[in-house]
Antibody
Framework: QITLKESGPTLVKPTQTLTLTCTFSGFSLNTSGVGVGWIRQPPGKALEWLALIYWDDDKRYRPSLKNRLTITKDTSKNQVVLTMTNMEPVDTATYYC????????????WGQGTLVTVSS | EIVLTQSPGTLSLSPGERATLSCRASQSVSSNYLAWYQQKPGQAPRLLMYGASSRASGIPDRFSGSGSGTDFTLTISRLEPEDFAVYYCQQYGSSPRTFGQGTKVEIK
């Protein structure tokens, strides 16, 4: 059974750096085709893909946010970490961690999400 | 980046009725890598369809997907009470992966 869970601060101040951790179980990030990504959703708005890291450590970022994002993995801990620098109020959103399967090359399992508010 | 436009924004229907949701892409979706997700309030999205017309594991057969290129459709043949939710399309054929703005299916 695949599960993912996001953890991190619920409140950050403008200009601060956000660090979110995704802890997963039920799969290995050493398996060919597997990836873990991050998607966010501002309150009442649509979904926005942010970043994705593959089993082979290939990394992909949303171009408009590439300069602010870093995604890393720790396969020994079954964790993926996303950092986003220079946070602004418009970055207030629920951040989801997602599993990418090689079978369909897309996201099939999602974490419950964590709401991050950016405010002074 | 491929922009996905969903219509209508809101669909007001009764249980038992048929729902037809549209997703139009600003350019052709590579390999028809188009997915549909269902999201209920306070929950994470759930994968319904992938590859435009393949149902994800555990999804009832009242859900079906069709289309190719730039025009895609999600059809719910007979709405059940648990189907009232927001539906998003997503393309994963090119980077960045993008989502539509969503269609809300509400009880009439």
């Amino acid at each position: 059974q695949i599960t993912l869970k996001e953890s991190g601060p619920t409140l950050v101040k403008p200009t601060q750096t956000l660090t979110l951790t995704c802890t997963f179980s039920g799969f290995s990030l050493n398996t060919s085709g597997v990836g873990v990504g991050w998607i966010r959703q501002p309150p009442g708005k649509a979904l926005e893909w942010l970043a994705l890291i593959y089993w082979d450590d290939d990394k992909r970022y949303r171009p408009s946010l590439k300069n602010r994002l870093t995604i890393t993995k720790d396969t020994s801990k079954n964790q993926v970490v996303l950092t986003m620098t220079n946070m602004e109020p418009v970055d207030t959103a629920t951040y989801y961690c997602v599993h990418r399967t090689g079978a369909i090359q897309n996201f099939d399992y999602w974490g419950q999400g964590t709401l991050v508010t950016v405010s002074s | 980046e491929i922009v996905l436009t969903q219509s209508p924004g809101t669909l007001s229907l009764s249980p038992g009725e048929r729902a037809t949701l549209s997703c139009r892409a600003s350019q052709s979706v590579s390999s028809n890598y188009l997915a549909w997700y269902q999201q209920k309030p306070g929950q994470a999205p759930r994968l319904l369809m992938y590859g435009a017309s393949s149902r994800a594991s555990g999804i009832p057969d009242r859900f079906s997907g069709s289309g190719s290129g730039t025009d895609f459709t999600l059809t719910i043949s007979r709405l059940e009470p648990e189907d009232f939710a927001v539906y998003y399309c997503q393309q994963y054929g090119s980077s960045p992966r993008t989502f539509g703005q969503g269609t809300k299916v509400e009880i009439k």
